[in-house]
Structure formats: C-alpha cells, structure tokens
C-alpha cells in the first residue's frame, strides 16, 4: 500500500483556485503530523504547510492568506486549497509526514499556473 497518495493538480489561470487531496494511511495519518511540500522547476523542494493531529496549522510566508490546509479524520485524508494562485505556485506539489521521511514521497500532483 503506497503511504500517502496526491491528487487534484491542474492547469489554472493566475487568480485561480485548486484544491488538493492526499489520501494517507490510517497509521500515518493518526500518529503523524502531515504536510504539503513543493518543487518548483529548478528549485528544492519547500515546505509549503503543515497540520498537527490536533488541528494546528503552519504555513511558509509565501501562501499565508492565500492556502488553507486541512483534514479530514473520518477519510483519512489532507486538502490543500489553494486560492488566488499566482505563477510563482507552479510546482510539483507532494504530501508526507513532517517531517518528511524518505520512503514516503510519492509522485506528487502537477500544478500550472498560466494564462
């Protein structure tokens, strides 16, 4: 069973929203605090949001206002959306625990944003 498994990624103009889903495993998810990871073109991959199993949340300054991380105990399951989105965002976006363990990345969800 893969770990953790993105979804949701897409084209979108700038100004546009996305909403992303990473579907965990039951233990990772009840044990774990989860988060979103990006990876720009060219560029490391950064931390993009966490949660914590009680429901706290972090983001890096980039997306503050702008992303809302979330999830869903009853689906096992993490949503990144993503509104206002700007070039800048485009990325291979991926989900893991936080922090991230090697055996964990998956193949992440594309997302464009472009006119």
């Known amino acids: 069973q893969v770990p953790l498994v993105e979804s949701g990624g897409g084209l979108v103009q700038p100004g546009g929203s996305l909403r992303l889903s990473c579907a965990a495993s039951v233990m990772i998810f009840r044990l774990n605090a989860v988060a979103w990871y990006r990876q720009a073109p060219g560029k490391q991959r950064e931390l993009v949001a966490t949660i914590r199993s009680s429901g706290s949340t972090n983001y890096v300054d980039s997306v503050k206002g702008r992303f809302t991380i979330s999830r869903d105990n009853a689906k096992n399951t993490v949503y990144l959306q993503m509104n206002s989105l700007k070039s800048e965002d485009t990325a291979v976006y991926y989900c893991?625990?936080?922090?991230?363990?090697?055996?964990?990345w998956g193949q992440g969800t594309q997302v464009i944003v472009s006119s």
């Open positions: 893991n625990t936080f922090p991230g363990r090697t055996g964990y």
